[in-house]
């Protein structure tokens, strides 16, 4: 499912909602620009509740590597351009997704 419109915050949790419910052999969820760090890691622990890898994209991806390592997952990736996330999920692609 691909739903590329910006979107307040709050809708968030309804998107996380429907993806949990949703049978696939692998679950992707890619973030854009989350107005903040605290904002982001909280939306990281919830993603990865329900999916396989959990993408953000946007200026403040940077932080991600950091989060990962301190939450000790391999699940999780951070990219500055949405030509690099593309890449990756095109390298990276898992049959069924």
Same mark, same amino acid.
């Given at each position: 499912?691909?739903? &590329?419109?910006? @979107? =307040?915050?709050? *809708? %968030?949790?309804? !998107?996380?909602?429907?993806?949990? &419910?949703?049978? @696939? =052999?692998?679950? *992707? %969820?890619?973030? !854009?620009?989350?107005?903040?760090?605290?904002?982001?890691?909280?939306?990281?622990?919830?993603?990865?509740?329900?999916?396989?890898?959990?993408?953000?994209?946007?200026?403040?991806?940077?932080?991600?590597?950091?989060?990962?390592?301190?939450?000790?997952?391999?699940?999780?990736?951070?990219?500055?351009?949405?030509?690099?996330?593309?890449?990756?999920?095109?390298?990276?692609?898992?049959?069924?997704?």
């Amino acid at each position: 499912m691909l739903d &590329s419109h910006k @979107a =307040p915050y709050w *809708t %968030i949790v309804e !998107g996380l909602t429907f993806v949990k &419910s949703v049978s @696939a =052999p692998c679950k *992707t %969820i890619i973030f !854009g620009t989350i107005p903040t760090i605290r904002a982001q890691r909280v939306l990281v622990i919830a993603a990865l509740e329900v999916a396989d890898r959990v993408i953000f994209v946007g200026s403040h991806a940077g932080h991600i590597d950091r989060l990962r390592r301190g939450i000790g997952t391999d699940r999780l990736f951070g990219f500055q351009t949405t030509y690099q996330a593309s890449q990756f999920v095109d390298s990276d692609e898992i049959a069924g997704e």
